[in-house]
């Protein structure tokens, strides 16, 4: 698991490499050639979707995803683990849900292109299913780790994806 992980930060760092050389060849081009690339527009904002759909998908532990918590912090423990159950049930059926019309969709863009690029808009989009496909496994594993009594906070199981395992919390003497 670790080496898969490894894999996935390895590319999320390549797309977030490559955004930034693209960064600077566009302000060069800019400001010092006073010639601007188009392409380097657009293709700055294609890395820069896919490494946000990359990280949000593969790289972002559950417990970092945008929450809610005024509530949970201060629930109950059973409390805690019905929030993380219906949340995580909640967000696998909804990416579950979403997924034919989203597979759908991006079948329907292998017409339309980028305009500089000319690159199918179904390849760059195609990291929005994955995100789905990650968000549904994540969600399911989250709340059937909230029915065997694990939570997010205590660092293992579906919320944190091949990452270590938290500290335990200091126990009060």
């Known amino acids: ?32 050639f006073s010639r601007p690339l188009p392409w380097t527009d657009e293709l700055a904002v ?12 593969l790289l972002v532990p559950w417990r970092e995803h945008v929450a809610m918590d005024l509530a949970y912090t201060g629930a109950p423990r059973g409390a805690r683990r019905a929030m ?5 049930a909640a967000v696998a059926g909804l990416a579950v849900a979403a997924a034919p019309a989203t597979l759908d969709y991006l079948l329907d863009l292998r017409r339309d ?17 994955l995100l789905l496909a990650a968000m549904a496994l994540r969600g399911a594993g989250v709340a059937l780790d909230a029915l065997r009594g694990r939570l997010p906070e205590d660092g293992s199981g579906a919320a944190q994806p091949g990452g270590p395992p938290a500290a335990a919390p200091p126990h009060a003497p």
């Open 1 to 32: 698991m670790r080496g898969t992980r490894w894999m996935a930060q390895a590319v999320g760092v390549a797309l977030f490499a490559a955004l930034a050389l693209t960064f600077v060849v566009q302000v060069g081009a800019r400001l010092v």
């Open 84 to 88: 993380v159950f219906v949340g995580g």
């Open 113 to 129: 292109t980028t305009p500089v690029l000319g690159w199918s808009l179904a390849l760059v989009y195609a990291p929005f299913a």
């Open 46 to 57: 294609l890395l820069y979707l896919a490494s946000v759909l990359w990280a949000g998908a």
